[in-house]
C-alpha cells in the first residue's frame, strides 16, 4: 500500500468518528436528558481534550514519528466513541468526549504531521485531497448515522459498531503510514524560531480557528438546527451534515488545483464569502433551502483548513526533510480552542435567543477568515512562509 493512501484512509477514519457522533446528537441529548444550553457545556469536554491533546501530540509525534501518533491516538479514540454512546448522564458524557477530543486532537496532528510528509516526498500538493477523506469519511459516517437513527439504533450499539470497525481499518492500513522514529540527531535539530513569535503562524491560525467554529457549529448543531427550527424529522436531519460533508469533500478533491490556479489567498477569501452566505441561508431559509446552504457552507470552509495546515507543517521544515511538527501543532491548538468556543457560544445565544441566530454568529465568524487571509500573505514576504 502506497504511503498517500494509507495516509487518505486515516484521515477518513477520523472524520468517519466525527461524522458517527454528530447526526447522533439529538438521540445523546435525549439519552442524558440535557437542554441546548446544558448539553452545550457537554460538548465542551470534547474541545477542551482536543485542545490539551493537540500541543502534547506535536511533542510526542516529533519525538517518536507520526506512525506510532496515529497508532495510539486512534485506539484510544475508537474506545472513547462507544463509551459515548453508552453515557448515561451529562458528566459521563463530558468525561467521555473529554477522552475523545484529547485522542482526537493528537489524531489530526499526527495525521497531518504524515500528510506533509507525502507532499515532501511527491513535490506537490496533496493536502487538500487528503482533507478530503476526512470529509469523505464524515459523510459516510452521516449517512450510516442517519440510517442507525431511521432504524432506531441507539448510540451505544451504533457507536460501538463504529469503533470496531474503526480499529480493524486501522490494522490493516498502519505499516505503510510514513514517519517512523526519527533518528536521535534529526530530533536534536531545534526549529530556529518559536512558532509563538512568528506572525505568519498566528494569522494561519486565525484562519484555522475561524474554519474550525464555522465547521463545528455545522457538525455539532446542524441535525438539531434542522429539528428544531425547520421541524423535520432526526433521520432526514443527519442529511443537513451530510449535504456539508458532501460538498466540502467535493471541493477538497479539486482543491490543489484551485490552489494552484487562483492561489491560496484568493482561494482563502472567496471560500469565507460562499461559507458565510451557506450559513445564513441555512439559518433563516425554509427547510429545502437549508440543506442547500449547509452545502454551500461546506464547500466555502473547505480549503481554510487544509491550506493553513500545510503551510505551517512548510514553515517548520528542516535541512534532513524532516520537522514541522510544532508549528503544525501550534496552529492546531489554536484552532481548537474555537471547538472550545462554539459550543457553549452557540448553545447560550440559541438559549437565549434561537438557533438561528446562533448561526447568524457564526457566519460573521466565517467572514472573518478573509482579512485573516490577507494578513497571512502580507507577513509571508517579512517570515520567507510559502503563502501567496
Given at each position: 500500500?502506497?504511503?498517500?493512501?494509507?495516509?487518505?484512509?486515516?484521515?477518513?477514519?477520523?472524520?468517519?468518528?466525527?461524522?458517527?457522533?454528530?447526526?447522533?446528537?439529538?438521540?445523546?441529548?435525549?439519552?442524558?436528558?440535557?437542554?441546548?444550553?446544558?448539553?452545550?457545556?457537554?460538548?465542551?469536554?470534547?474541545?477542551?481534550?482536543?485542545?490539551?491533546?493537540?500541543?502534547?501530540?506535536?511533542?510526542?509525534?516529533?519525538?517518536?514519528?507520526?506512525?506510532?501518533?496515529?497508532?495510539?491516538?486512534?485506539?484510544?479514540?475508537?474506545?472513547?466513541?462507544?463509551?459515548?454512546?453508552?453515557?448515561?448522564s451529562v458528566p459521563l458524557l463530558a468525561g467521555a468526549l473529554l477522552v475523545l477530543g484529547a485522542s482526537v486532537g493528537a489524531l489530526d496532528v499526527a495525521m497531518n504531521v504524515a500528510g506533509?510528509?507525502?507532499?515532501?516526498?511527491?513535490?506537490?500538493?496533496?493536502?487538500?485531497?487528503?482533507?478530503?477523506?476526512?470529509?469523505?469519511?464524515?459523510?459516510?459516517?452521516?449517512?450510516?448515522?442517519?440510517?442507525?437513527?431511521?432504524?432506531?439504533?441507539?448510540?451505544?450499539?451504533?457507536?460501538?459498531?463504529?469503533?470496531?470497525?474503526?480499529?480493524?481499518?486501522?490494522?490493516?492500513?498502519?505499516?505503510?503510514?510514513?514517519?517512523?522514529?526519527?533518528?536521535?540527531?534529526?530530533?536534536?535539530?531545534?526549529?530556529?524560531?518559536?512558532?509563538?513569535?512568528?506572525?505568519?503562524?498566528?494569522?494561519?491560525?486565525?484562519?484555522?480557528?475561524?474554519?474550525?467554529?464555522?465547521?463545528?457549529?455545522?457538525?455539532?448543531?446542524?441535525?438539531?438546527?434542522?429539528?428544531?427550527?425547520?421541524?423535520?424529522?432526526?433521520?432526514?436531519?443527519?442529511?443537513?451534515?451530510?449535504?456539508?460533508?458532501?460538498?466540502?469533500?467535493?471541493?477538497?478533491?479539486?482543491?490543489?488545483?484551485?490552489?494552484?490556479?487562483?492561489?491560496?489567498?484568493?482561494?482563502?477569501?472567496?471560500?469565507?464569502?460562499?461559507?458565510?452566505?451557506?450559513?445564513?441561508?441555512?439559518?433563516?431559509?425554509?427547510?429545502?433551502?437549508?440543506?442547500?446552504?449547509?452545502?454551500?457552507?461546506?464547500?466555502?470552509?473547505?480549503?481554510?483548513?487544509?491550506?493553513?495546515?500545510?503551510?505551517?507543517?512548510?514553515?517548520?521544515?528542516?535541512?534532513?526533510?524532516?520537522?514541522?511538527?510544532?508549528?503544525?501543532?501550534?496552529?492546531?491548538?489554536?484552532?481548537?480552542?474555537?471547538?472550545?468556543?462554539?459550543?457553549?457560544?452557540?448553545?447560550?445565544?440559541?438559549?437565549?435567543?434561537?438557533?438561528?441566530?446562533?448561526?447568524?454568529?457564526?457566519?460573521?465568524?466565517?467572514?472573518?477568515?478573509?482579512?485573516?487571509?490577507?494578513?497571512?500573505?502580507?507577513?509571508?514576504?517579512?517570515?520567507?512562509?510559502?503563502?501567496?
Amino acid at each position: 500500500m502506497r504511503d498517500r493512501t494509507a495516509v487518505f484512509t486515516i484521515f477518513a477514519l477520523n472524520g468517519a468518528a466525527l461524522g458517527s457522533w454528530a447526526p447522533r446528537t439529538p438521540a445523546i441529548a435525549a439519552q442524558v436528558d440535557a437542554s441546548p444550553g446544558i448539553f452545550g457545556l457537554a460538548l465542551l469536554g470534547a474541545s477542551v481534550g482536543m485542545l490539551c491533546g493537540a500541543p502534547i501530540a506535536g511533542r510526542l509525534t516529533e519525538r517518536f514519528g507520526a506512525r506510532a501518533a496515529v497508532a495510539g491516538s486512534t485506539v484510544v479514540a475508537a474506545v472513547a466513541l462507544a463509551l459515548v454512546g453508552f453515557a448515561p448522564s451529562v458528566p459521563l458524557l463530558a468525561g467521555a468526549l473529554l477522552v475523545l477530543g484529547a485522542s482526537v486532537g493528537a489524531l489530526d496532528v499526527a495525521m497531518n504531521v504524515a500528510g506533509v510528509l507525502v507532499e515532501r516526498r511527491m513535490a506537490r500538493a496533496v493536502m487538500p485531497t487528503l482533507h478530503a477523506g476526512f470529509s469523505f469519511g464524515a459523510l459516510a459516517g452521516s449517512l450510516l448515522a442517519g440510517l442507525a437513527a431511521g432504524q432506531e439504533w441507539s448510540p451505544a450499539r451504533h457507536l460501538s459498531a463504529a469503533a470496531a470497525v474503526t480499529l480493524v481499518v486501522l490494522t490493516v492500513v498502519l505499516r505503510a503510514v510514513p514517519g517512523g522514529r526519527p533518528a536521535h540527531e534529526a530530533r536534536q535539530q531545534a526549529p530556529s524560531r518559536a512558532p509563538i513569535r512568528r506572525p505568519v503562524l498566528w494569522l494561519l491560525a486565525s484562519v484555522a480557528l475561524c474554519s474550525a467554529i464555522a465547521e463545528g457549529a455545522s457538525s455539532d448543531w446542524s441535525a438539531l438546527l434542522m429539528v428544531t427550527v425547520h421541524g423535520v424529522g432526526e433521520g432526514p436531519a443527519a442529511l443537513a451534515y451530510s449535504g456539508f460533508a458532501l460538498a466540502m469533500a467535493l471541493a477538497r478533491t479539486a482543491g490543489a488545483w484551485i490552489q494552484e490556479r487562483f492561489g491560496a489567498t484568493r482561494s482563502l477569501a472567496c471560500g469565507a464569502g460562499l461559507a458565510a452566505l451557506g450559513l445564513v441561508v441555512a439559518a433563516l431559509a425554509p427547510e429545502g433551502f437549508a440543506y442547500a446552504g449547509f452545502a454551500l457552507a461546506g464547500a466555502g470552509l473547505a480549503a481554510a483548513f487544509p491550506l493553513a495546515l500545510s503551510l505551517a507543517g512548510n514553515a517548520g521544515k528542516r535541512a534532513d526533510g524532516g520537522g514541522g511538527e510544532r508549528e503544525l501543532a501550534f496552529v492546531s491548538t489554536i484552532a481548537y480552542s474555537g471547538f472550545l468556543a462554539g459550543p457553549p457560544l452557540i448553545g447560550g445565544i440559541a438559549q437565549a435567543t434561537s438557533l438561528s441566530v446562533s448561526f447568524l454568529i457564526v457566519c460573521l465568524i466565517a467572514a472573518l477568515i478573509v482579512p485573516a487571509a490577507l494578513g497571512a500573505a502580507r507577513a509571508a514576504g517579512r517570515d520567507h512562509a510559502p503563502v501567496s
